[in-house]
């Protein structure tokens, strides 16, 4: 179909006796911005690279715009920030970013490129030995986008970067993506992946394990806790309260696990009048992911 950016087919990789990716099948399309999350040697990087064409699979195939991620016409649309990436030494940021420019046909304008990635002037005079890892990152991101990519696949792309950058960061990409860009991200910080992805695909152990929109995910696999206080002892055994998953006593608070977190409020005010201090958790991508990556291994 013409809005299908990414297909990946049974896609696998073995390294020696070490299988990387095991039969991975997922598609993506346009304007979708989609985190690929997992453990350490979940398969993540060897992901990207295969859809990159920088590695080549052992079994199962992947095509961008329908065609070989090798081929000349998909570079052109594409933006790649990995994680480790080196710089041309002796360069001034402003020489680099010019640079690259000149590789693409209809490249961006340099000083939206500046206005993006937030460079400063004296950034964009120094020579790029001679950055911080902060601002290496915030070029690395630069360069990511000098041919005015449809298609940006970003490998960890906050390592290294304070909280400011980081929060500037992921504003730039809700904008990019405001503008019908289409955007995959592997990250490790999952509350990234939380507040940024329309999608998550969840890796472990090189298998796909999950893919959906991040609300669904959560919905069905995170708890979801209403907790209160009360000022009289409360026996959790004689508690008569519908549809609750479990009862728990924390810190002086009754916390009640639940899938209907409105239901359970509207009814411990009904019948519990003396309860106060009333607090909804509706849990974390953290949660969801532990509780998967769990079921994953149990399943062997």
Known sequence: MDDMIVQTDQLSKTFKQTQALCDVSFSVRQGEVIAILGPNGAGKTTAISLILGLLKPTKGSVHIFGQDPRYIRVRERLGVMMQEVRMMDGLTANELLQLFRMYYPQPLALTEMIKLT?????????????????????????????????????????????????????????????????????THYLQEADNAANRIILLDRGRKIADGAAADIKQTLSKQYVSFRIHRKLEKAKLDIPDILSVEERDQRICLETKDTDALVSYIIQHIPDAYDLQIDKGSMDDVFKSLVQRSHADG
Do not use: Y
Not at 143 to 172: H, Q, Y
């Open 118 to 186: 937030g460079l400063s002037e004296a950034d964009l005079k120094t020579k790029v030995e001679k950055l911080s890892g902060g601002q290496r990152r915030r070029v690395n991101f630069a360069v990511c986008l000098a041919g005015n990519p449809d298609f940006i696949i970003l490998d960890e792309p906050t390592t290294g970067m304070d909280t400011t950058s980081r929060a500037m960061f992921w504003k730039t990409i809700h904008c990019l993506a405001d503008q019908g860009k289409t955007i995959l991200f592997s």
